[in-house]
């Protein structure tokens, strides 16, 4: 991971979206979920996809985080095709470059905060004396040292958020998706956890894709997709994002 | 990691848990029971058969296999005694003796009934039968005119010991012979049947009374019975070697209806244990198909965080080892400490044909214990394959939108 505040590498693509195209079957009826979508996110972007539920865009976020297939289209991962790319292998891309952020946090309660921001290190097989070292640097970074011991339900929902940010970045991935990540919190705790992605953003020169439907959240972003009924309908770029 | 995760997803849902470890506790229970009364009574009705007729006996093989009558197949007494010699010189034999047993009529002049007698070494400590003399005494030497009496044949013919009977049976050459013995000792055999015809008489009087210095059978008994069938194999080669017209038959040869009643409890102990096997598996299937049906959204989690399909697997397959090491060994426990509670209640029972009470007792040793742990263990490891297949078949997606 590079550190600092200048992105050495910007303009690398990380992902890209190719004529994106999925169709669900619902009984004897065909939904178009998204329709050809062409995107490309390079490093250091820190990008929005706005839109209305039911517009496609965790459909799509499904898709760059590598859990779902397209129908038609391609995605490429740092320049590589990946549909042709086994269940195992994408697995390891998603273990090793992907962080992922979840509406719902989807912390594993069973475990302490630390162990929930440890788990994709073992996952990479890292070893143990380097997982204490990043696992700690982590938390350090999201503001949780002292809550390594505690279990997710002995967290508040921004705090619970920040866990699951810190476990998205652990691995130090090449990009992190956050589905709604402000969904399920107060608007308080929702700017927070948006400064917290920007400044990790700006940090660490990785890539983040935010998919809601908040307006709050888009004034956060470098660039701003809409996307409507399966379709990219615009994009908007930003030099100098901030909250909105 | 993935076993800390097992352990405690398993005691997650603390009551659910607990009701599963109770059914296997109990079905362990059960099993380890049975395995240890199953295995009592075998290991009981083993020692009684070789305490009674010896590790192994020698004698003419048609005797022996009962295809002729004792008289038809006398050992001449210097071949018995190369045999006796033979036998003496294997480690760990605790005693041999000569026996002939013969049919014939006991009474006085009130009247006479049927006697199976047999004709013993008084002097050999393992036939003296003085642990089972319930009246007067053992047998005397060897030439002495003594008999003891089963205690229902003494009952039936109205004699106590002191008092004076006469013995009638046909001589090897098969003329009659009979004379007067003196009643010294009333037995209890163990077996009402056995005992209403019962004499135990020296085997010197026996000879003189058959008309021959011949022994029917030599009987050998050894400190580990498992050696019977090694030294058998031995003797029989060696009697060969040495032309005897010998044969050698272990103690599970000449009852073959052991082998039976072996089956018998086996099955009976197969029958229970797949049982158990059975409840114990339906009881884990359906506490671990709920509890991960409950989170499958935790695997579309862990699998969208990178994890395999294999790993997710092995996951809930350790959760059903978990069960099952703690359950096994909840239930291994509960049941060694229920038979030897029942161990110290000291029960008895008479067996049927029987006239003596004998202890009731259930084995506690590794069998009883390992069986039922390995049992819950393979019940609980087969009942997660389904469940965790079942989770770990989906893809990230549908377990991410399960609620």
Redesign the interface.
């Known amino acids: 991971m590079q550190q600092g505040s200048f992105c050495y590498v910007a303009g690398t693509p990380v992902i890209e979206a190719q004529g994106l195209t999925k169709f669900y079957t619902l009984g004897k009826e065909t939904v178009r979920a998204l329709d050809r979508v062409d995107f490309t996110a390079t490093q250091g972007d820190f990008a929005v996809i706005n839109g209305p539920s039911g517009s496609g865009k965790t459909t799509l976020l499904n898709m760059f985080a590598l859990i779902d297939r397209p129908s038609e289209g391609e995605v490429l991962f740092e320049e590589k095709p990946t549909s042709r790319l086994t269940e195992g292998e994408l697995a390891l891309l998603r273990r090793e470059k992907i962080g992922l952020v979840f509406q719902t946090f989807n912390l594993i309660p069973v475990l302490s905060v630390a162990e929930n921001v440890e788990y994709p290190l073992l996952l990479t097989k890292t070893p143990r004396a380097e997982r204490r070292e990043r696992v700690a640097a982590r938390l350090d970074e999201v503001g949780l040292s002292g809550f390594e011991r505690r279990r997710p339900d002995e967290l508040s929902g921004g705090q619970r958020q920040r866990v699951a940010v810190a476990r998205a970045l652990v691995t130090e991935p090449r990009a992190v998706l956050a589905d709604e990540p402000t969904a399920n919190l107060d608007s308080g705790t929702g700017k927070q956890i948006m400064e917290l992605l920007q400044g990790l953003n700006r940090d660490h020169c990785v890539t983040f894709l935010v998919v809601t439907h908040d307006p709050s959240v888009v004034g956060y972003a470098q660039r701003v997709l809409t996307i409507r009924d399966g379709r990219i309908q615009g994009e908007e770029k930003r030099g100098a994002p901030g909250p909105a | 990691?993935t076993i800390?995760?097992a352990t405690?997803?398993v005691f997650?849902n603390t009551r659910r848990t607990l009701i599963s470890l109770l059914v296997i506790g109990v079905g362990l229970t059960i099993l380890s029971f049975v395995l240890g009364f199953v295995g009592e009574a075998i290991l009981a009705a083993k020692r009684s058969l070789a305490m009674e007729l010896g590790a192994f006996q020698i004698g003419d093989p048609r005797v022996l296999d009962g295809k002729a009558s004792g008289l038809e197949g006398l050992i001449p007494p210097e071949i018995a005694e190369r045999a006796l010699a033979l036998v003496r010189g294997l480690p760990g034999v605790a005693g041999a003796t000569t026996q002939v047993r013969f049919a014939g009529l006991v009474g006085d002049e009130r009247g006479s009934t049927l006697l199976l007698a047999r004709g013993i070494v008084p002097e050999d400590c393992m036939t003296d039968y003085a642990c089972m003399i319930v009246a007067g005494r053992g047998l005397g030497t060897t030439d002495a005119r003594e008999i003891v009496l089963g205690e229902r044949l003494g009952a039936r013919l109205g004699v106590a010991p002191g008092d004076r009977v006469n013995v009638a049976t046909g001589t090897v050459a098969g003329t009659l012979n009979a004379a007067t013995v003196t009643v010294v000792g009333l037995i209890q055999y163990g077996e009402a049947q056995v005992e209403e015809r019962l004499g135990l008489v020296p085997l010197g009087f026996a000879q003189r009374l058959l008309r021959t210095n011949g022994v029917e059978r030599v009987l050998v008994w050894l400190d580990d019975l498992d050696r019977s069938s090694p030294y058998a194999a031995e003797l029989n080669r060696a009697f060969s070697t040495e032309r005897l017209p010998l044969a050698v038959r272990t103690w599970d040869e000449l009852t073959p209806f052991f082998a039976s009643l072996q089956t018998f409890w086996s099955a009976f102990s197969g029958f229970t244990t797949l049982a158990v096997f059975v409840l114990v598996f339906f009881s884990v299937l359906e506490v671990l198909t709920i509890s991960f049906l409950e989170r499958t959204?935790?695997v579309?989690?862990?699998?969208?965080?990178?994890?395999?399909?294999g790993?997710v697997f092995a996951g809930f397959v350790t959760e059903g080892l978990v069960i099952g090491i703690v359950g096994g060994l909840a239930g291994a426990v509960a049941g060694a400490a229920v038979s030897l509670v029942f161990n110290s209640l000291g029960l008895t029972f008479v067996p049927p044909g029987g006239n003596m009470p004998q202890p009731i007792r259930v084995a506690v040793g590794a069998s009883t214990l390992a069986i039922p742990f390995l049992v819950a263990l393979g019940a609980t490891v087969l009942s997660s394959l389904y469940p965790a297949g079942k989770n770990a078949r989906l893809?990230?997606?549908e377990a991410?939108r399960s609620v």
């Open positions: 990691m800390k995760i405690r997803n997650r959204r935790e579309g989690t862990v699998r969208a965080l990178g994890a395999s399909r790993r893809t990230v997606v991410l």
